[in-house]
């Protein structure tokens, strides 16, 4: 009975605070009478896209409150209102998210009061589930009506607040625009630290043995002990050109990766980090692989978050998780003593992570709270 009174009190709560936001809704709609007189005399066109923006932000607090009570977040889909003023006009009224929140607000208009249906049932939720409920030990029958009008309002607001498989697809062109031109900037900038590499590098260092090998053929005939001291550089620079050549190769891509697979090189990784690194692989040492992309771009988050974790954070400690979920990979990494503090702009090498990630339509989450720990939890989709 308690816990039917609990839930009842919950859901009026919710359709109070409905009310109070229909409320402002119906005065906000003498704003919009005014927007639309100015609007047409061509004197407050310039207020459309103010109105719009206040709108959103009403249609967003009607998102948080209606996810609050259904635990599921509503998903926005709006175009940035930016420019000039024609700009901001245009976008305003072609924007199909300005369709949707218009049109979730005429029917709150009329639906938002449901409230004023719940609160009549109390009383007499009080004395029916009292007796039948309280002394008969039956299921309550009227209080539980308060939380089904709660759920209506929700269902009703969700479907109303979700927007329309036009401005989804929308935004998602937006998205995978500016993933692309990530995508773009990142390789460009390999491409460079590639070339940088082997120019400054192996290149230099294979000018130089040509030059020692030179000098030695010279110098056989005239000198064979000159010669030999000169081939014995020479070998040596033919090794450290070697070894600039596998770093070169195993930043584009790890062989070790297609030697060991993902947990065997995260595991060559925490052995080499100078940290105790404690793994969850999940028993994802077995059975079918992520594809070779997927598995470059886990590999060198976990690098460069134990790189960071190693330089930074001051911890002596780290953990990486790798979990095989029904949709793709999901990678964190935690220093777990860690001062926090990380900063994406400060060149720590977040960005070019977030960079690579996004160029697989993944996700990074990375939460860095002063006085740590730092975590950063990336989902990489892909089909095992």
Known sequence: MWKTVRRAARATGHLLLAAVMAFGVWIFVCVLLITAVGTLVLVGAWLLPETVLLIRRIAGAKRQ????WTGVRIPEAYQP????VRERFRTAVRDPGTLTDFRWMVAYYFYGA???LALPLWPLGLVVDGVWSGLLRRQPLVLPLIVRIADLEA????ALLKPS???QLTRRVEELAATRADAIAAHGAELRRIERDLHDGAQARLVALSMRIGLAKRAYERDPEAARKLLDEAQDQAEQALTELRNVVRGIHPPILTDRGLVGAVRALAASSGLQVVIDDGGMDEGVRAPAAVEAAAYFVVAESLTNAAKY???????????RTKRGLRVRVSDVEGRGGADEASGSGLLGMRRRVAALDGTVEVSSPVGGPTVIEVELPCVW
């Open 65 to 68: 409150l209606t996810a609050a």
């Open 81 to 84: 209102l930016t420019g000039t």
């Open 114 to 116: 449901l409230v004023f």
């Open 155 to 158: 269902d009703w607001s969700t």
């Open 165 to 167: 498989p036009k401005a």
């Open 313 to 323: 954070s001051g911890s002596p400690r780290a953990e990486v998780r790798l979990v």
